[in-house]
Nanobody, 118 residues
Framework: QVQLVESGGGLVQPGGSLRLSCAAS????????MGWYRQAPEKERELVAS???????NYADSVKGRFTISRDNAKKTVYLQMNSLKPEDTAVYYC????????????WGQGTQVTVSS
């Protein structure tokens, strides 16, 4: 069993920065693909960024160059550094743990609200 707890969300002005953290419990963190997703009101949940166990990263086109995903396996934590935030980044951000070779292994955090507004 895996539990994921996000933190770091909040209200920020356009152009500002936030860093989200996701702390995981359970074993095997280092082999998980970890991801950040977001869901805005009346929109589908979308992938923002992911990082494999080997450190390979993938980003949505809308956040490339502004967001950076990273992981600390010793702390069982994944981060999302968000810079140059825009109002369209406003959403609930969810942490995800996945193992591509195991379709039954898929866990979500409870989400953290990010609001970009002046």
């Amino acid at each position: 069993q895996v539990q994921l707890v996000e933190s770091g969300g909040g209200l920020v002005q356009p152009g500002g920065s936030l860093r989200l953290s996701c702390a995981a419990s359970g074993s095997g963190f280092s082999i998980n693909t970890m991801g950040w997703y977001r869901q805005a009101p009346e929109k589908e949940r979308e992938l923002v960024a992911s990082i494999t166990r080997g450190g390979n990263t993938n980003y949505a086109d809308s956040v490339k160059g502004r967001f950076t995903i990273s992981r600390d396996n010793a702390k069982k934590t994944v981060y999302l550094q968000m810079n140059s935030l825009k109002p369209e980044d406003t959403a609930v951000y969810y942490c995800n743990a996945d193992r591509p070779w195991d379709t039954k292994f898929r866990y979500w955090g409870q989400g953290t609200q990010v609001t970009v507004s002046s």
